[in-house]
């Protein structure tokens, strides 16, 4: 049944990292029917909506601080083994699902759902998505992607391509919905600040190496150094010891006490929306931070030191006119954003963003008025269609070709006790040290 004006949307979000659960929490603030979209969703937009949080349990589950940065305000908040969640989902009444993972992920969740909710008269509407540009791995990622409800598409361009792709193989098309990236907005940018601040906003794999990192890293401390009138500030995306999306080998944290850098600059932490405030040049190498800087029309480069290529993701910004080397910058060059690039790209910086998400809204009311309820979710990929490729990424997650947990799948019968909370704890500081520390030991020693 759809939700009444009197009763709120009840959404809940799953969640592997903080950034997808940032696209999450953010994505079911803008999607809720009745929602409107002139306050941002992390303000007191959220009235009408019931949020439950889950946090799918693994090496990049977010900490406190990590959701804190978000914003967004959830009912409930758990961590949850994808067995544990799909009990959740077929004990609890929802009116949407949003599934903010990675692809293997959703495939996963939409084959276990499809099983917890056989011979139900009724069922949520599953939406998932992106979070943010989509450079690699297409075709992959959107047929485990296929199956829900709603596949959002963050600009034109995208929504063109992901109905060619699902067009292409003779799989439904009509999912994917034309939105735009949930945690767009702040104020347009009006000038230059006192002092004139200059960003680099770096990602935790791009580049993934000791060297491209630590020439960056000279370039930003060179360039502070060439300004000294100017403040220049690295923004990164974790504290040591936490996790995002992605696989941080080597934090810039560490990389720059071994470097000199002078007083004007400084490390920061926090909200991208609130350092953008006091941007006057945003730099990255293809950070979805760029689309936001673009979005309030603030100076924006992609840099061209290391390349213009597919690994770095940075290819995905040719046309936009905003591709520029450290050196032009040293010179005082600011890059032009191509406005037709741009507006392809769901930087709606024309206004049009209070409108962004009313298709998807629109659907989802119809959606859940449906006569007779939904129909059970049907994913491309099936024990029938691969064979070779479906039972492994289900069983990753613990569940077997049917969707159903396998014998052994962590039980959600009851509350971990004080020593398995313990083990767990170790368990993933281990594998984090494994990873920041043992691993690029490891890779030094095998180039020897």
């Given at each position: 049944?759809?939700?009444?004006?009197?009763?709120?949307?009840?959404?809940?979000?799953?969640?592997?990292?903080?950034?997808r659960?940032?696209?999450?929490?953010?994505?079911?603030?803008?999607?809720?029917?009745?929602?409107?979209?002139?306050?941002?969703p992390?303000?007191?937009?959220?009235?009408?909506?019931?949020?439950s949080?889950?946090?799918?349990?693994?090496?990049?589950?977010?900490?406190?601080?990590q959701?804190?940065?978000?914003?967004v305000?959830?009912?409930?908040?758990q961590?949850?083994?994808?067995?544990?969640?799909?009990?959740?989902?077929?004990?609890?009444?929802y009116?949407?699902?949003?599934?903010?993972?990675?692809?293997g992920?959703v495939?996963?969740?939409?084959?276990?759902?499809?099983r917890?909710?056989e011979g139900?008269?009724?069922?949520?509407?599953?939406?998932?998505?992106?979070?943010g540009?989509?450079?690699?791995?297409?075709?992959?990622?959107?047929l485990?992607?296929?199956?829900?409800?709603?596949v959002?598409?963050?600009?034109?361009?995208?929504?063109?391509?992901?109905?060619?792709?699902?067009?292409?193989?003779?799989?439904?098309?009509?999912?994917?919905?034309?939105?735009?990236?949930?945690?767009?907005?702040?104020a347009?940018y009006?000038?230059?600040?006192?002092?004139?601040?200059?960003?680099?906003a770096?990602?935790?794999?791009?580049?993934?190496?000791?060297?491209?990192?630590v020439?960056?890293?000279?370039?930003l401390?060179?360039?502070?150094?060439?300004?000294?009138?100017?403040?220049?500030?690295?923004?990164?995306?974790?504290?040591?010891g936490?996790?995002?999306?992605?696989i941080e080998?080597?934090?810039y944290q560490?990389?720059?006490?071994?470097l000199?850098?002078?007083?004007?600059?400084?490390?920061?932490?926090?909200?991208?929306?609130?350092?953008?405030?006091?941007?006057?040049?945003?730099?990255?190498?293809?950070s979805?931070?760029?689309?936001?800087?673009?979005?309030?029309?603030?100076?924006?480069?992609?840099?061209?030191?290391?390349?213009?290529?597919?690994?770095?993701?940075?290819?995905h910004?040719?046309?936009?006119?905003c591709?520029?080397?450290w050196?032009?910058?040293?010179?005082?060059?600011?890059?032009?954003?191509?406005?037709e690039?741009v507006?392809?790209?769901?930087?709606?910086?024309?206004?049009?963003?209070?409108?962004?998400?009313?298709a998807?809204?629109?659907?989802?009311?119809?959606?859940?008025?449906?006569?007779?309820?939904?129909?059970?979710?049907?994913?491309?990929?099936?024990p029938?269609?691969?064979?070779?490729?479906?039972?492994?990424?289900?069983?990753?997650?613990h569940?077997?070709?049917d969707?159903?947990?396998?014998?052994?799948?962590?039980?959600?019968?009851?509350?971990?006790?004080?020593?398995?909370?313990?083990?767990r704890?170790?368990?993933?500081?281990?594998?984090?040290?494994?990873v920041?520390r043992?691993?690029?030991?490891?890779?030094?020693?095998?180039?020897?």
């Amino acid at each position: 049944m759809p939700p009444s004006s009197t009763k709120p949307t009840r959404i809940a979000v799953l969640a592997d990292s903080d950034t997808r659960w940032k696209w999450g929490a953010l994505t079911a603030a803008r999607i809720a029917p009745g929602t409107s979209m002139e306050a941002a969703p992390h303000e007191d937009a959220q009235v009408g909506l019931e949020l439950s949080g889950f946090l799918l349990r693994g090496r990049a589950t977010p900490t406190a601080r990590q959701l804190a940065e978000v914003g967004v305000r959830a009912d409930s908040l758990q961590e949850v083994t994808a067995v544990e969640f799909l009990r959740a989902m077929g004990e609890q009444e929802y009116d949407v699902v949003v599934l903010a993972l990675v692809g293997g992920g959703v495939q996963a969740m939409l084959h276990g759902l499809k099983r917890v909710w056989e011979g139900r008269s009724s069922r949520p509407v599953v939406v998932t998505g992106y979070v943010g540009v989509v450079y690699e791995k297409l075709a992959d990622g959107l047929l485990l992607r296929h199956g829900a409800d709603l596949v959002l598409a963050n600009s034109r361009q995208d929504a063109e391509r992901f109905r060619a792709v699902y067009e292409g193989v003779g799989a439904d098309a009509s999912s994917v919905t034309e939105v735009a990236l949930p945690f767009l907005g702040g104020a347009p940018y009006e000038g230059e600040h006192d002092p004139y601040t200059v960003v680099f906003a770096v990602q935790p794999s791009v580049p993934d190496n000791r060297k491209d990192r630590v020439y960056l890293l000279d370039r930003l401390i060179r360039h502070a150094r060439l300004h000294p009138d100017r403040e220049v500030l690295l923004k990164l995306r974790s504290r040591p010891g936490e996790h995002t999306t992605h696989i941080e080998e080597l934090p810039y944290q560490k990389l720059v006490q071994r470097l000199d850098p002078p007083a004007n600059f400084r490390l920061v932490y926090g909200n991208m929306g609130e350092v953008l405030d006091r941007t006057d040049l945003l730099v990255t190498i293809s950070s979805t931070a760029a689309l936001e800087s673009l979005h309030r029309r603030i100076p924006t480069v992609i840099l061209s030191d290391l390349g213009v290529r597919e690994v770095l993701g940075n290819h995905h910004f040719v046309g936009s006119g905003c591709l520029a080397s450290w050196d032009q910058l040293d010179a005082g060059h600011r890059p032009v954003p191509d406005e037709e690039w741009v507006a392809r790209q769901g930087v709606v910086a024309d206004g049009s963003y209070a409108t962004a998400f009313d298709a998807a809204r629109e659907r989802i009311a119809k959606l859940l008025g449906r006569p007779g309820g939904l129909a059970p979710l049907t994913p491309y990929y099936t024990p029938a269609t691969a064979p070779g490729y479906l039972p492994g990424i289900l069983a990753r997650h613990h569940l077997g070709p049917d969707g159903s947990p396998l014998p052994g799948a962590p039980a959600a019968d009851k509350e971990p006790g004080p020593v398995r909370q313990i083990v767990r704890r170790a368990a993933r500081g281990a594998y984090r040290h494994g990873v920041q520390r043992v691993a690029p030991v490891i890779r030094r020693m095998g180039e020897l």
